[in-house]
């Protein structure tokens, strides 16, 4: 199994969608999650951290369930400057994993 | 804007050549790293700088050599580069390695063409 294994791309949905991304990790011992946002021959940058709890920014909402040890991300009412590449990343035992990323295309 | 400044922001070089990649930021961060990229691939760790001190070298081909200069800046020398090296090298930073906690501030990254 993949240290972190992300939803395979490209999605394409039409602007105003809701769109879900799912991440499953194999490290237990993991410590803390996030999503990173990179648009095309951009940097990455962090969207949001992921915790227990589950958290909400705005139309984009990240959860985490340990048990089954994988992150999601919801983004509602979908817009043409949401697409882009969204990473995975996952932080423990002092290594930090990216996943390889799915790649979103809103569609007008 | 990033606080995460990297010069040059493209780079075209032989590979007989010597060049220099920079990266500084002034947040006070501890950790600084070197990240490859790819084409639709994920960044891949390259180096990791903790207070100064290189804690982390992913197996990196001795034709890349980071330097720490201080705090702020990390510099990665090139050498005898490979034409299959050519990638974008994101530079990062943290508020420190030991209690890391994943976020990472990027550079808009050198993109590097070996001829």
């Known amino acids: 199994r993949k240290e972190v294994e992300q939803d395979p791309g490209p999605f394409n949905v039409p602007e105003g969608a809701t769109v879900a991304f799912n991440c499953t990790y194999s490290n237990s011992a993991s410590q803390s999650f996030f999503w990173y946002r990179q648009d095309c021959r951009k940097e990455p940058k962090l969207l949001m951290s992921v915790y227990s709890s589950g958290n909400e920014d705005g139309r984009f909402t990240a959860q985490l369930n340990r048990a089954s040890q994988y992150i999601s991300l919801l983004i509602r009412d979908s817009k043409l400057s949401d697409s882009a590449t969204y990473l995975c990343?996952?932080?423990?035992?002092?290594?930090?994993?990216f996943g390889k990323g799915t790649r979103l295309h809103i569609l007008p | 804007d990033t606080e995460v400044t990297q010069t040059p922001k493209h780079l075209v070089m032989g590979m007989t050549n010597k060049k220099s990649l920079k990266c500084e930021q002034h947040m006070g961060h501890r950790a600084m790293y070197w990240y490859k990229q790819k084409a639709k691939k994920p960044p891949e760790l390259m180096f990791v700088?903790?207070?100064?001190?290189?804690?982390i070298n992913e197996s990196v081909p001795s034709r890349f050599s980071p330097e720490c200069p201080n705090s702020s800046l990390l510099n990665l020398h090139l050498h005898a580069l490979q034409p299959e090296d050519s990638a974008l090298y994101l530079c990062?930073?943290?508020?420190?390695?030991?209690?890391?906690?994943?976020?990472?501030?990027f550079g808009e990254g050198s993109r590097l063409t070996v001829l």
């Open positions: 700088y903790s207070y100064e001190k290189l804690s």
């Open positions: 990062a930073s943290s508020r420190s390695f030991q209690t890391n906690t994943g976020e990472l501030f």
């Open positions: 990343v996952v932080n423990g035992d002092d290594k930090i994993i």
